[in-house]
C-alpha cells in the first residue's frame, strides 16, 4: 500500500517557520549570540527624537557677544569741567571708529560754536583731544565703536565747562612785535590784558622758532609784559614765528589764558648805527660793513640824549614836534613848533634820529638839541630809506643812561643777564 506521500516544499517551508521565529525573538530586544547591533541604532534601544531615530541632538543656543562699551573720562551730565581738562574716551570690548565733541560757548555776551579736534591711539581704543575747553560751554561728546564681534554701536555724553568772569580770563597780544620786513635787534613781545601770577606756566607755552635756529630768550618785564630776543642779533633772512599757546592754561588764581595768539616777521639787512656823543660822530653799518660816517648834534645840558642799545620802533617821513610833548611851555625861549623830516623814533619819550637843517653849524661839534640826535637832510632820507625798524642805534658818550622799556630796550643788557628775566 502506498504511504502518504510529503507536500513539496514542507520541508522548506518549516525551515523558514524556524528563522522567522528566531529573527522575531531578536527583534524583541535580544541579540543573536555573535551578532553585533546595526550601526547608529544603539544595540536597538530608544534614543531622542523616536524609537531608533538616528537625528543628532539640538546645539544649545550661543552666548550674546558682548557690546563695545564706551566712557569719557568727564561723567555724563558734569557741570563746572575745568577749562584746562584734556577730554579722553575709552572703549572696552572693542575699538573706537569715531568720536567727535562739539559745544557752544558766551565770549564777551556772544554765543560761538566749537568743535574739538582729537586723535585715536594706535589700537583705537583710546581718543584725546587735541584743544583745551572754552569756558562757559555746553559740550557733546558723541562716540561710535565696533565691538570685537564687529557689531557698530553709538553713544552720547553731555557736560558743563567752568564758568567764567572776564576778570579771570587774560587775553594775550603780540601787538606790540614789529611786523613785515624789520630789523636784526626785533625782538617778540606780548602782552596781557590782566596780570600773570603764574609766570611760569605760561612760559611753557610760548614758543618762538625761526629759519636760523637762533638760541634766545624770554625775559618778563613786568606780570604783564613779556619779550624774547635772541642770543645775537637776528641774521639778515631769519623768517621767525612766535605762537602764545595760552587759551585754557592756569595763569594762577583761578585765572586762565584765553584764545592763542601768533605773529610773524621776516629780518631784513643788518643796519646798525652807532653813535658817540662825547665827538658828535655816528657811523652806519650794514651787513658787517661800514657804509656812512656822519655827523650829528644830539641833547645840549639838561636834556642829554639817553646812552645805551635802543631799536628804531616808529618811521615818519614827516613829523611835527612841539615844545609841550616834552613838557614845555608853548612860548618862550624853550619853545618850538616843528616839522622834521625822516624821523626815527628810538624812546617812548620822545628821542628820535631826524634831520635838523636849524642846527647844521653844531653838527660834530656841539650838542644842542632837546635829546634829538639831529643830522644832514641826506644822511637822515639815507637812514630813512635803509634801516628798518628794529634796527639797533647804539648811543655812547653821556651820562645819561636808558630805562627799560623806554622803548625796545633788550639789547641794553647782556643775553645772560637778559635770560635771568625768564620764569624757567
Known amino acids: ?106 565770549d564777551h555776551g556772544e554765543t560761538k560754536s566749537i568743535t574739538i ?87 611753557k607755552h610760548l614758543h618762538v622758532t625761526s629759519t636760523s635756529h637762533q638760541k634766545g630768550s624770554w625775559h618778563w618785564y613786568s606780570d604783564q609784559e613779556v619779550h624774547w630776543r635772541p642770543a645775537k642779533y637776528w641774521k639778515p633772512g631769519t623768517r621767525v614765528t612766535a605762537t602764545a599757546d595760552l587759551n585754557s592754561i592756569p595763569a594762577g588764581d583761578g585765572e586762565y589764558g584765553q584764545q592763542n595768539a601768533s605773529t610773524s616777521f621776516t629780518v631784513g639787512d643788518s643796519v646798525i648805527t652807532k653813535v658817540n656823543l662825547a665827538s658828535d660822530v655816528g657811523k652806519i653799518y650794514r651787513n658787517g660793513k661800514l657804509v656812512r660816517t656822519i655827523l650829528v648834534s644830539a641833547g645840549k645840558p639838561g636834556w642829554e640824549t639817553r646812552s645805551g642799545t635802543s631799536l628804531i620802533t616808529q618811521k615818519a617821513m614827516h613829523y611835527r614836534m612841539t615844545s609841550q610833548m616834552i613838557g614845555l611851555p608853548k612860548k618862550g625861549p624853550q619853545s618850538y613848533d616843528l616839522t622834521v623830516k625822516y624821523a626815527l623814533r628810538i624812546t617812548n619819550s620822545g628821542e628820535f634820529l631826524h634831520s635838523a637843517p636849524w642846527n647844521s653849524a653844531f653838527f660834530g661839534k656841539k650838542n644842542a638839541s632837546h635829546g634829538c640826535i639831529g643830522m644832514s637832510e641826506a644822511d637822515a632820507g639815507w637812514l630813512y630809506e635803509h634801516a628798518p625798524s628794529g634796527s639797533p642805534v647804539v648811543v655812547t658818550g653821556t651820562n645819561r643812561g636808558l630805562e627799560p622799556l623806554n622803548g625796545l630796550t633788550d639789547w641794553n643788557a647782556d643775553f645772560k643777564t637778559y635770560a635771568e628775566g625768564s620764569a624757567l
Open 1 to 106: 500500500m502506498r504511504r502518504f506521500a510529503e507536500r513539496p516544499g514542507t520541508r522548506k517551508a518549516a525551515a523558514a517557520v524556524a528563522l522567522l521565529t528566531s529573527i522575531a525573538l531578536v527583534g524583541c530586544g535580544q541579540i543573536a549570540r555573535g551578532e553585533s547591533p546595526l550601526p547608529g541604532t544603539n544595540g536597538g534601544s530608544k534614543s531622542e527624537g523616536g524609537e531608533g531615530s538616528n537625528q543628532p541632538s539640538p546645539a544649545k543656543p550661543s552666548p550674546t557677544p558682548d557690546p563695545v562699551t564706551m566712557k569719557t573720562n568727564v561723567g555724563d551730565g558734569a557741570d563746572g569741567v575745568k577749562v584746562n581738562k584734556v577730554i579722553k574716551v575709552s572703549a572696552d570690548n572693542g575699538k573706537l571708529a569715531k568720536v567727535t565733541v562739539t559745544g557752544r560757548y558766551v
Open 117 to 203: 579736534d582729537g586723535k585715536l591711539n594706535h589700537d583705537k581704543s583710546g581718543w584725546t583731544a587735541s584743544e583745551l575747553l572754552e569756558p562757559n560751554g555746553r559740550y557733546t561728546v558723541k562716540m561710535v565703536g565696533i565691538s570685537d564681534h564687529g557689531v557698530k554701536s553709538s553713544t552720547t555724553s553731555t557736560f558743563k565747562s567752568d564758568e567764567l568772569s572776564l576778570d579771570q580770563q587774560i587775553y594775550p597780544s603780540f601787538n606790540g612785535t614789529l611786523g613785515g620786513t624789520v630789523g636784526v635787534g626785533t625782538p617778540v613781545v606780548l602782552t596781557f590784558d590782566r596780570p600773570v601770577k603764574d609766570k611760569a606756566t605760561f612760559e
